[in-house]
């Protein structure tokens, strides 16, 4: 958060900021928005790691699949205790990505090629390489800097005690005790994640000035929005009491935590949609909000507020049609009073990717370290993209994704770099396994993805599911995937909207309209007869149809149009 950088600062900045995308009002209420890992999606200087340069030549691939925006995860100067979300500089980009004038010229091409960028933020915590952070440390206690994070005295005679018994997401106590200038134990400082990421303290004004004037500087940039990571942390409850309890993490998505979901948080949203509403080409704020229950997400995303939240409650659903149709109506009907669209997810960088996860017994969470059957994870995943995409509101895709991608549950352990991997009662720490570079190529050191190998090993397996391989191959994964995004942009009645209007359907079958649309999805392991509803726009699998019926079979979706 410096207000200097080492990258060259991009020459005509105010034309950088002109957005060239088609105008489309509230276009992020429908909108197909395409995860970007950085580090994982594209090598363009042969060292292994993705960089901004290696996704800007992609992004003419995105175009054609379809989607509408892309987020990209943190590429800021970081040390990369965890893969960048321990940000030194929020204004500079790290050498391993490139520099400023990478990212702008990024920026410009999506435009031009009618794709919008949105960019991690990471306000919750900074990296302890941050200046702010290492002039906390050097200047000792009653420093002023201390007071911009959370830094307390320990409890015990000799402050030999974390200051309460807050645990860390990633295991182990969410407290890490300095060593003062004159070598003597000091005070202790609040890191929800990783050591080497320390909470700020959003109660002092320079945390708030601060984050205001970083949103401008992207926002001047020509970034289209904001993802905002742990969007439900900054504030913490008054005092920082104790929870009373061990085992917290098993606590998280069931109460509202004293780090996590305090209505405080809502105050500094407000203040930041007034700076987002005075750039024109209607730039977004989504928030990565870890909530007890749709209902409070809902409060994130109120008229003043922010635009989008993660529907995670949505995300952690088995493939189940009781299930599904509970969360999703759900999800529908809390949205509806504030206005705001609903979210549909299947994947991202923090959990195992949903071909892996609907390959195993339900109930196992959204971190699974066994692969389970492959052509039933493939099949349901598919399936669970139509259903999806089928949904009012707007969808995210994780990258690979549409390449059908499974997790890699086989990595070595001496590969591995999830931070959670290394410190014991957290999460399981198994999020590598997502990150595994994607494979562009059918050959190569990396299937395509860079000359210079991958900094995750790849799996022998890869080629065959890479690009080359899928695309133009009717029936590919892929090919459904555009398929399916084009037919979603081109349909009047897919898209926007906060209703559906459920049909009767055997046990395991959802079956929902949308105006002269319908969408029937079998999660059971046996195909289902169902009416035949006009005619067939798109499946993800087999169908077989007679005497105005339809036999859809297991674990398979199907779209029709009615007129």
Known sequence: MSQHSADPAPSSLSESAVATVAPHRDWWRDAVIYQVYPRSFADSNGDGMGDLEGVRSRLPYLRDLGVDAVWLSPFYASPQADAGYDVADYRAVDPMFGNLLDADALIRDAHELGLRIIVDLVPNHSSDQHEWFKRALAEGPGSPLRERYHFRPGKGKNGELPPNDWESIFGGPAWTRVTE?????GEWYLHLFAPEQPDFNWDHPAVG????????FWLDMGVDGFRIDVAHGLVKA???PDLGTHDQL????????????QDGVHAIYRQWRHILDEYSGERIFVAEAWTPTVERTALYVRPDELHQAFNFQYLGTDWDAKELRTVIDRTLEAMRPVGAPATWVLSNHDVTRHATRFANLPGLGT???????????LRRARAATLLMLALPGSAYVYQGEELGLPDVVDLPDEVRQDPAYFRGEGQDGFRDGCRVPIPWTRTGSSYGFGSGGSWLPQPAAWGELSVQ????VPGSTLELYRAALATRRAHPDLGAGDAVEWLRAPEG???FRRGEFVCVANTTGESVT???YGRVLIASGELTEADGETKVPADTTVWWATA
């Open 238 to 240: 008054d005092g920082l």
């Open 209 to 216: 000035d601060e984050f205001r004037s970083i949103l401008r």
């Open 181 to 185: 200038p004159d070598g003597a134990p």
């Open 469 to 472: 391989a899928q695309q133009g």
């Open 509 to 511: 079958v959802l079956a």
């Open 530 to 532: 169902t009416p035949a």
């Open 250 to 261: 098993k606590l998280l998505g069931n109460d509202v935590m004293p780090f996590f979901d």
């Open 367 to 377: 971190q699974i370290r066994t692969a389970g059957d492959r052509e039933l994870g």
